[in-house]
């Protein structure tokens, strides 16, 4: 048994942010995920609103704030500030993120040969960002032996113009692989051991050259360089900056299928904060039942294979995803439901849940399912009644959206996160604060 | 594409039953053609349950089935091992099943000549652990599962080594009949558009479920109840023997394990069009409902996804009859040649229809038996006894054969693209050496790529990477759009597989992959902007 002022479930951006916030207030802040959040799968971005007709996220936000019952409809406002509040928490975690609200969003190329719309990236990736001159040349280098990474293949994609939707886009693409030191002899090589071995530095300062070379056997000069995204983890602005001294043309990091590099580095990044901040974060707790009186939650249960682990707290902060985190579970006879308080889920009837094409441009029903709450993120029933006093939603588990097709989903974690935090922290005129109210 | 169209016979459809009539003809002399309007074994075959049978389901109800289908099998296994896993079958008495059947069991196999023993309750739960602990009796029979690609493969592979040929994606589009004679068949190719005729001397229809498109080209009927068939795919082998209930046949009531995975099926629902019909939630959730009486906890495991089958069900007009027409179980699944000759007045045409997969090439050869005595072939059926090619006598598959035959070479690291079924790179590069112009499916169903757990969600993008890397190499025109045609395809299909089964963990693993493909790897960006292919048969959910 332990106690804290308030208890986080779900370490993904939504609720890290909440834990950093919380803990900065002086409260006691207590984080607890069964595993680890959509950072790992993503790529490692963050995503505020990248809807075609946008130019900007601060005008996606405001076409998305427009869309019946989208969170930015209440978070909106507040999107800016908790970007600028979160940035340096990153830095100091040593993830640098480029770009702002009016930074145009522009096409980046994936790693399978297609383009993401894009405006706030790490600054491993950010070079993939600006308008590409007359003449440009962009070089796909791979890594022999690495499975999760096929330049040719890449490049043979991106050559195409419809790819970058008839746009701006590099004159030339070209592919080329390098053998890094140690590494061509084994194989099932994954983006982890690599980004490992990138760590080391008398091992990066051989690839470093090795790549070098690669590069430079390609005719001509400047333009960019796609790497995949296995440049470190503790090292990795060192080794981006080495390379950018290093190479003839600007690199950037190409995300990859999961486990991803650039959101392993994001997540330590807001871990570390959380910590630097006084809070705790335990990975491997899978709550199975939250404790309430009434209106107020008292307290967390995780049952683990040997011994139920029991958090007291003040207050709760629910971070526990959608559908892929685990926030939202689907039943066989149709039903969805939000396992842990049983809280009112805003969803379709079973049959509409999916569409018949998998890629249909009006994306599936389902992805609007969540949990509808007040502007202070309490959940609400279907009449519109908040339904506990000391709980606040945040993240990918808010109805409303669509986060992957919308590209909004980054925002709308980092924003409710944040305003959770607010919310639960604030000091209403007249009353204590709420989580020290139920300091037991 | 041969030079020289000059064929003795002209054989219509690629499933097992097309590959072993192919073959047949092959090894007594006739230069044969087999055409199929798509990949070879696209069908009903590849679309089946994987059930070798032992004929234990039929011996109660349909004798004549229970007896081809043992003798099939034992033929089966000594001509074909590398395409068997003999997992054995037990067939289970369950509370649920009438004591009257369980009882009169033992006999009815004995009298189709079925090998059937009781074995203790008690080993049997031993060697099934997850098997519902209220078995009352168990018998061991000689079922397994059987690979159909590759059994098409060796089939086709042994009449081209007889001088015969088989062309995929051949659509024949139409027959042409002078009198009681069919004298030409035209042919399209689904890829380029391009029309071939050809003059075969005779016509064999193997089209199954579709025999009656066949048919009607030439002005005969030959009416079809195709009876389509569920089946649901779980993430893990829980038995690794096949379990059958021990009652009349019915739904739901068998699990056959494949490779890593293990199949639950079927049920049976006439369909009018085999091209078009759809999976219900309700129909999942019986067959789960059903298949929970033979292990308890399957509600609980993850299914992977739900596919279905059209059964070439098939009666002669006169026995049709109101009760077969309410349930399609009641037709017989021993097989018929039809003559048209006899029947129809056309005298060089022959459909072969019902039958099952165990049974394709008893249905061959009773089919050719028809051809060549029409022809004068005085040749004998050689095909019982003839070790298929690429076989190996008495060996036959075992999951772990992959990684054995890895660790006979050395062992080490192996260069895994798709680390649930063990395909190596050296493996899909030899596949795609072998198979130029191949699609992805065509991977798939030749290494077995992407059909494991995961079911695709990362080898898919390798097996891309690997396919457009070697276009590359060889200067092919459309390294990228077959290498979108291999994610897109494969994503789509995995999702039309999730779509009825949308729920628990698959639907969580559904939702992840398609955030990785759609979020960070924008894979939407690699749809052409027009309308998607149109599929093949719509799998689909009732709304
Ligand atoms: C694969 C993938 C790719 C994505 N790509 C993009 C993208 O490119 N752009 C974009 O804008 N959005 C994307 N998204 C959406 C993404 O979900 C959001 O951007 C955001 O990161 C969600 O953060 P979150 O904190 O709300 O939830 P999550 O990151 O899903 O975190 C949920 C957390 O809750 C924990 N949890 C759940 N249930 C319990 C329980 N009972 N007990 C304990 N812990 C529990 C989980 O372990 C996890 O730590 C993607 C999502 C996925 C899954
Ligand atoms: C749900 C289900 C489960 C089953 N389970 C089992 C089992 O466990 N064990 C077992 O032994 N049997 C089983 N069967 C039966 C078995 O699958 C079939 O009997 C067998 O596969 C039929 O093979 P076929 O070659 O006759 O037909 P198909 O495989 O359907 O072949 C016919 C081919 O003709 C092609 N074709 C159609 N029209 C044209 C045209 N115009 N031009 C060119 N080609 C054309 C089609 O594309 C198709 O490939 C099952 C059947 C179903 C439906």
């Known amino acids: 048994m332990s106690t804290a002022d308030v208890v986080v479930i779900g370490a993904g951006l939504a609720g890290l942010t909440a834990a950093i916030r919380v803990a900065e207030s002086g409260a006691r802040v207590h984080v607890l995920a ?5 950072t790992h799968w993503g790529p490692g971005g963050i995503d505020v609103a990248g809807i075609p007709a946008a130019s900007t996220p601060r005008d996606g936000i405001r076409r998305l704030a427009g869309e019946p019952g989208h969170p930015y409809a209440f978070l909106g406002d507040d999107v800016a500030a908790a970007l600028e509040w979160i940035r340096p928490h990153l830095a100091a975690g040593g993830v640098e993120y480029l770009g702002d609200l009016d930074t145009p969003l522009g096409l980046v190329p994936t790693s399978i040969g297609g383009t993401r719309r894009a ?20 070089i796909i280098c791979g890594i022999r032996g690495f499975k999760d990474f096929w330049p040719e293949a890449i490049a043979a994609s991106l050559a195409r113009e419809r790819i970058w939707e008839g746009g701006n886009r590099p004159t030339s693409v070209t592919a080329v692989s390098v053998v890094l030191p140690g590494l061509a002899p084994r194989h099932n090589l994954n983006a982890l051991t690599i980004a490992g071995r990138f760590d080391d530095p008398a091992w990066r300062a051989t690839a470093i050259e090795a790549i070098a070379r690669a590069v430079g056997s390609v005719p001509g000069s400047g333009g960019r360089v796609a790497l995949p995204a296995v440049l470190g983890i503790r090292e990795h602005a060192a080794i981006l900056a080495a390379l950018q001294k290093r190479l003839p043309a600007a690199p950037f990091e190409m995300p990859l299928v999961p486990p991803s590099v650039p959101g392993i580095r994001l997540y330590t990044a807001l ?7 006084g809070g705790r974060v335990q990975i491997g707790e899978m709550i199975e039942r939250v404790e309430h009186d009434g209106r107020r939650v008292t307290a967390v249960v995780s049952a683990a294979a040997v011994r139920t682990y029991t958090v007291r707290t003040g207050a709760l902060v629910l971070a526990t995803g959608g559908i892929a985190g685990g926030g939202l579970v689907a039943e066989r006879d149709g039903r969805l439901l939000e396992p842990l308080l049983g809280l009112t889920v805003e969803a379709p009837p079973a049959d509409d849940w999916l569409l018949v094409d998998a890629f249909d441009p009006a994306g599936h029903p389902l992805e609007l399912a969540g949990i509808r709450t007040d502007a202070e993120l309490r959940p609400v029933a279907a009449d519109g009644a908040s339904l506990f006093d000391n709980v606040r939603v945040a993240g990918s588990l808010l109805a409303g959206q669509r986060y992957v097709r919308d590209r909004c989903g980054d925002g709308v974690a980092l924003t409710s996160g944040w305003r959770a935090a607010r919310s639960l922290t604030a000091v209403p005129a007249g009353h204590a604060a709420e989580p020290g109210s139920e300091r037991p | 594409m041969g030079d020289s169209h000059a064929y003795d016979v002209l054989v219509v459809g690629g499933g097992a039953t097309g590959a072993g009539v192919l073959r047949d003809l092959a090894r007594r002399g006739l230069r044969t053609l087999l055409i199929e309007r798509d990949d070879f074994g696209t069908g009903t075959t590849g679309r089946y349950h994987g059930l070798l049978h032992s004929g234990g389901r039929y011996v109660a109800k349909d004798a004549l089935a229970a007896r081809e289908c043992i003798a099939e099998n034992r033929i089966l296994r000594r001509i074909a091992p590398a395409s068997i896993e003999d997992t054995g079958g037990y067939f289970v008495a369950t509370p649920d099943d009438p004591d ?10 004995a009298a189709a000549d079925v090998d059937c023993e009781e074995i203790p309750v008690a080993d049997a739960f031993r060697a099934e652990p997850a098997l519902n602990p209220r078995i009352r009796r168990v018998f061991r029979l000689p079922d397994g599962s059987v690979e159909p690609w590759q059994l098409i493969e060796s089939n086709v592979a042994d009449a081209r080594a007889h001088g015969s040929d088989a062309w995929t ?3 024949l589009v139409g027959m042409e009949r002078d009198g009681g004679r069919i004298v030409s068949a035209t042919l399209r190719d689904e890829r380029s558009g391009s029309v071939t005729r050809i003059t075969p001397r005779f016509v064999v229809s193997c089209a199954g479920a579709w025999s009656g498109q066949i048919a009607a080209m030439v002005d005969v009927t030959v009416t079809m109840h195709p009876g389509k068939g569920t089946m649901l795919i779980f993430n893990q082998r829980m038995t690794d023997t096949v379990v ?13 394990p494949v490779h890593t995975v293990a199949i639950l099926g079927t049920t049976e629902q006439r369909v009018e069009d085999p091209d078009r019909y759809e999976i219900t939630r309700d129909e999942v959730a019986a067959l789960i409902r059903e298949g929970e009486k033979l292990f308890p906890d399957l509600g609980r495991m993850r299914l992977l996804r739900a596919y279905a089958g059209v059964r070439p069900l098939y009666q002669p007009p006169a026995e049709v009859t109101a009760a077969a027409m309410k349930d399609g179980r009641q037709i017989s699944r021993a097989h018929t040649v039809i003559d048209h000759d006899a029947m129809d007045g056309v005298e060089n045409f022959v459909t072969i229809v019902g039958g099952k997969l165990t049974t394709f090439r008893r249905m061959a050869e009773d089919t050719v038996d028809l051809v060549c005595a029409k022809l004068g072939v005085t040749e004998p059926c050689t095909t019982a006894d003839a070790i298929l090619p690429n076989q190996v ?7 772990g054969h992959r990684l054995a035959e890895h660790e006979a070479e050395g062992g080490g690291d192996a260069d895994l693209l798709c680390e649930c079924e063990f395909v190596t790179r050296p493996m899909l590069d030899d596949f795609l050496d072998r198979h130029p112009g191949c699609s992805i499916d065509d991977v798939r169903r030749g290494t077995r790529i992407g059909m494991g757990p995961c079911q695709g969600g990362f080898c898919t993008f390798r097996a891309a990477g690997l396919v457009g890397e070697r276009a590359r190499r060889v200067g092919a025109a459309d390294v990228a759009e077959s290498a979108d045609r291999a994610i897109l395809g494969f994503l789509r299909e995995r999702f039309k597989g999730t779509r009825p089964i949308a729920a628990g963990r698959q639907l969580q693993e559904q939702w992840m992959i398609s955030g990785v493909y759609e979020g960070g790897l924008g894979v939407r960006s690699l749809i052409e902007h027009e309308t998607p292919e149109a599929s093949r048969e719509v799998v689909d959910v009732h709304r």
């Open chain 2, 393 to 399: 006598p008495g060996k036959t598959y075992w999951l």
């Open chain 1, 34 to 38: 069964k595993g680890h959040a959509a």
């Open chain 2, 244 to 256: 059958n209930r021990c009652h009349k046949s019915s739904d739901g009531d068998i699990m056959v």
């Open chain 2, 169 to 171: 994606y051949q659509r």
């Open chain 1, 271 to 277: 871990r570390a904060a959380v910590i630097r901040a």
């Open chain 1, 119 to 138: 405006a706030i990236l790490p600054a491993g990736q950010a070079a993939a960002l600006a308008p590409w001159a007359v003449g440009e040349r962009l």
């Open chain 2, 100 to 109: 009257d059947y369980v009882d009169g069991f033992q006999a009815a196999c």
